[in-house]
């Protein structure tokens, strides 16, 4: 049965490829005439750079090109223009690319970055953002106030502040007033990065026309190639991206990175094939991190647990460079309320510019750093009064009618269901199975997001109807992973009533495949979902419209299923969608229409801005996606080891399109999450040197160590979401390690509130609370 | 740089080769073979997207260097299937969604067969060991572990 694919786990579309090793992904492509590239980066991280010598590199055999900050310092960001694309001038972070190199091998490329000669001074290295915000501290970015930045991200001239987020709702000293007690603490969260499993990679070309091709492992084909081209103040036509699979992606590969190191190499070498693919070390410090962050939350609640008053002050190490991660800092400013009514809420969030790595988009956008603190500090509350965690939860829970940090009226929200769902689950009010030599304990986190993006993000998509009836799907949608092939495959087969198996997707290439904003913000189902559904129905209506010059009756009399149109009235009487492909064929041979092209663009309506004193608005973004997560943890008291035993994760997506996928992108979520729980963090040195720039220091969730999980959809549906589909990629890493951090309290009457909860801490909060 | 002449067997097929003494067999199967299937995720032995088949046993290839494959026996992802017909658990993989970037899933998919290979039955702990070395970001594992086992439990 054609159609009929919504809800149904399609196989994937790119299954076959990726288990026989056909798919290409950038490093695996190769052309001829081919350059390597390397980069000089940074050994200071604040420093002057006084000369930069490159003769001695340029002498060397096989080096086709050498370019630094002195060719090439023109700005490039996304949200706040601050970044250049090689340093110039100074250098902001250890690891910042100061030279490229081309060469004819990639070890001549590295000889030839040995023979690069810079002269530094340096200068004092702000590392901890609380210091950087003061006054008196070294500015890392003189030219703040000059910068230009969207409408809706406030820096502070004069200061390593990049962006100040407000929110002023109700009147939170009246809040406190009214509360029977008032809670504070301070909540820590330490560098990440994402770890895709593919290194970022970039392969670019100049043609003898001053065409610029860019065969690249990115997230955002339409976005990297605005970037560059308001970077160089290149024509945007004549900048083609290319986006094969690419492995992994969880926000590092969004906006534009590795890129703007090699087209730059690529301008300088016509002709040639530029090749950059970067190593383990590069991908921990040179591509986005997640940026660090330290909250302060003063929390006014009656008795009974209803929260009257939330005062929170966000501090975000923002690193050297913030053009995207302004943004972030101001996606958990509206969202600061996390997935709670609160009346009366002051917060600050502050983006601080500091000389570490480059903070960027990682998968939630901020909302793991934001629930890690809102979601232990309601369990302490909680416990401290005597209330069950899941009981407060269910008092304080957003539901239809709730207003919002921003003063938005929410409606269509499952979250009572999620939490229920994920307590029972759990089996919350049965009783503990034990595990000799170990104590178990259980804990509860909500979450809630929304896709942050400019108000007009848009999407489009175009489906081409062929000879045979089968179709071609344009859409410039990375895969990255979350399988947005297949499933903007079933919606355009379920709105064409063809089957999926006949509907073939492109991989985005920005010449031929149309508009995306960015594969991001969990935006993809969502937003380009609605395009495509757009587009089948374009191409429904031509061939309705074709249908019925045939039968001699109005396009509203025919219908579309199973390959075939037409007519409602007698569904004998129908033609093929092949035979409608080319346009209708009168029987004297003549032809009517032509080709049939569907086309569909969409953007989400009713966004708008926010008052930038008070943060009051309308709408923040297009839409709320709120999930929880239960655990089950084990805590061997004798080494502080905490073992993941049992995960119930709850989320209400709208409307499930493929059970498989959102299963195991949950399954992915959950783990990732565990991994910020116990064991991610980059650690820096007084000289701000990542020391851990490999998976033997950074260690990731390995197969032994993954828990066993249980996961369910509440299908509240959204809208304007297609079918009512919600976007819910980013949420399922959101509360798995806030979760973990209230089962150890739960388990011992212990509170990590830095993370991650290593051994260490967990054994030291263990004998610290022994010897009280 | 010192050259060797290796001759070995990769995917079936005798081949012999010139390799430089420093050159590593990955950059032998990606770079001299075209066989891009096999993944460097981190050169340095802690990922397993480089993991191939050697005399049977999955190694890192990012490790061994192509000098020592000498006499050896290669079996990279592509020399899995037969044409078109999947190995089972390649064919495994793709029913139960056992995939998501795909990186990660060569490698998997060869430490699988190490392990059947070896012990047609494994446990799923036995099966969560084999795996250890194999570092997926996307899939949390669940989904693979289920892949393997169903397998062998086809087999069985
Ligand atoms: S590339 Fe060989 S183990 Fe990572
Ligand atoms: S599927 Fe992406 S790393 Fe495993």
């Known amino acids: 049965m054609a159609g009929n694919v919504i809800g149904k786990s399609v196989v994937r579309k790119d299954a076959l490829e990726k288990v026989t090793g056909a798919a290409k992904y950038v490093g695996d492509l190769k052309f001829s005439p081919m350059l390597h590239a390397k980069i000089l980066r940074s050994p200071y991280a604040h420093a002057r750079i006084v000369s930069i010598d490159t003769s001695e590199a340029k002498k060397l055999p096989g080096v086709k090109a050498v370019v630094t900050g002195e060719d090439f310092h023109q700005y490039v960001g996304l949200y706040l223009v601050d970044r250049t694309l090689y340093a110039y001038e100074k250098v902001r972070y250890i690891g910042e690319a100061v030279a490229g190199v ?308 929410l409606k269509d929200i499952g979250l009572t269901k999620c939490i229920e769902k994920a307590a029972e689950m759990i089996g919350w009010d049965k009783p503990k199975e034990q595990t000799p030599g170990k104590v178990r304990g259980r804990g509860i986190a909500c979450m809630v997001k929304g896709p942050a993006m400019p108000p007009n993000a848009g999407s489009s998509a175009v489906l081409k109807i062929n000879e045979d009836g089968s179709a071609n799907l344009l859409i410039t949608a990375t895969e990255i992973g979350q399988g947005s092939m297949t499933a903007l495959a079933q919606i355009a087969a379920e709105e064409l009533g063809m089957s999926v198996d006949k509907i073939e997707v492109a991989l985005p290439d920005t010449e031929y495949t149309p508009y995306e904003w960015q594969t991001v913000a969990s935006r993809i189902t969502y937003s380009a979902g609605n395009a495509v559904i757009r587009a089948a129905r374009d191409a429904k209506r031509q061939l309705k419209e074709l249908a019925a010059v045939g039968f001699g009756v109005t396009p509203e009399e025919m219908d579309v299923a199973n390959d075939k149109v037409f007519l409602t009235a007698n569904p004998e009487k129908y033609y093929t969608i092949a035979e409608l492909s080319l346009g209708l064929v009168l029987p004297n041979g003549g032809g009517v229409g032509g080709p049939i092209i569907g086309r569909g663009s969409w953007v989400p309506e009713g966004l708008g801005g926010l008052d930038p004193e008070t943060g009051q608005g309308t709408k923040a973004v297009a839409h709320w996606t709120f999930g929880c997560q239960a655990v089950e943890i084990d805590v061997d008291v004798e080494t502080g080891k905490i073992d993941l035993v049992n995960v119930a994760a709850v989320y209400d997506i709208g409307r499930v399109i493929n059970p498989c996928m959102a299963e195991g992108q949950t399954q992915g979520g959950i783990v990732q999450g565990q991994g910020v729980a116990f064991h991610e963090q980059m650690v820096f040195d007084e000289n701000g040197k990542l020391k851990n720039p490999s998976f033997v220091d950074y260690k990731l969730i390995n197969a032994v160590e993954m828990p066993r999980m249980s996961i369910h959809f509440v299908e509240t549906p959204l809208e304007d979401g297609p079918y009512g589909a919600r976007g819910f990629g980013e949420h399922v890493m959101v509360p798995t390690a806030p979760a973990i951090a209230n089962a150890l309290y739960d388990a011992l009457g212990i509170r990590v509130k830095s993370l991650p909860m290593t051994a260490e801490k967990v054994l030291k909060a263990i004998k610290d609370k022994n010897s009280r | 740089m010192m050259k060797h002449r290796i001759r070995f067997t990769i995917n079936g097929e005798v081949r012999e080769m010139e390799v430089k003494s420093n050159q590593r067999l990955l950059d032998l199967i990606r770079n001299d073979l075209d066989l891009t299937g096999t993944k460097e995720g981190c050169a340095g032995g802690e990922c397993g997207a480089c993991t191939v088949l050697v005399d049977g046993k999955a190694i890192n290839s990012c490790l061994m260097l192509a000098v020592e494959a000498d006499g050896k026996e290669i079996l990279t992802i592509e020399g899995l299937a037969e044409g078109m017909v999947l190995d089972p658990i390649q064919e495994s993989f793709v029913e139960h969604g056992a995939l998501q970037c795909g990186f990660c899933i060569p490698g998997m998919i060869m430490s699988a067969k190490a392990l059947l290979k070896k012990n047609p039955h494994p446990s799923e702990m036995e099966i969560r060991e084999a795996i250890s070395g194999n570092l997926c970001r996307c899939t949390g594992y669940e989904k693979i572990i289920e892949a393997i086992l169903n397998v062998t439990q086809k087999q069985a």
């Open chain 1, 102 to 409: 081309a060469a004819t091998s990639p070890e001549i490329a590295e000889e030839a970055v040995k023979l690069i000669k810079v002269e530094y001074e340096p200068l004092p290295v702000v590392l901890d953002p609380e210091e950087a915000m003061k006054p008196d501290a070294p500015l890392i970015h003189e030219k703040l106030h000059e910068y230009k930045c969207v409408p809706f991200i406030f820096p502070v001239p004069h200061t390593n502040i990049s962006n100040h987020f407000k929110i002023r709702k109700g009147n939170v000293e009246e809040g406190f007033k009214q509360s029977d007690y008032i809670f504070e603490d301070e909540y820590y969260v330490p560098h990440m990065q994402h770890c895709p499993i593919e290194p970022h990679g970039t392969i670019a070309h100049m043609d003898q026309k001053g065409k610029i091709t860019v065969y690249n492992s990115c997230q955002s084909p339409n976005a990297t190639r605005k970037l560059l081209s308001a970077a160089l103040n290149y024509p945007v036509n004549k900048i083609r991206v290319i986006a094969p699979y690419v492995g992994g992606g969880f926000g590092g590969k969004a906006g534009a990175t590795i890129e703007t190191l090699v087209v730059p190499l690529a301008m300088k070498t016509p002709g040639y094939y530029v090749k950059l693919i970067y190593n383990r070390e590069e991908e921990f410090r040179d591509t986005f991190v997640r940026q660090g962050m330290k909250a302060y939350v003063k929390t006014g609640v009656t008795r009974e647990g209803k929260i009257m008053a939330q005062e929170l002050k966000m501090i975000w190490d923002g690193g050297a460079y913030t053009e995207y991660g302004a943004n972030i800092t101001r996606a958990a400013g509206y969202t600061s309320g996390g997935p709670y009514e609160i009346a009366h809420m002051k917060t600050d969030s502050y983006c601080v510019y500091t000389n570490k790595p480059v903070g960027g988009p990682f998968r939630g956008f901020g909302m793991g750093e934001l629930h890690w603190a809102l979601e232990q500090q309601l369990d302490q509350i909680a416990c401290k009064l005597g209330i069950d965690p899941v009981q407060i939860r269910m008092i304080n829970a957003c539901r239809d009618g709730s207003i919002n940090a921003c003063g938005e009226k």
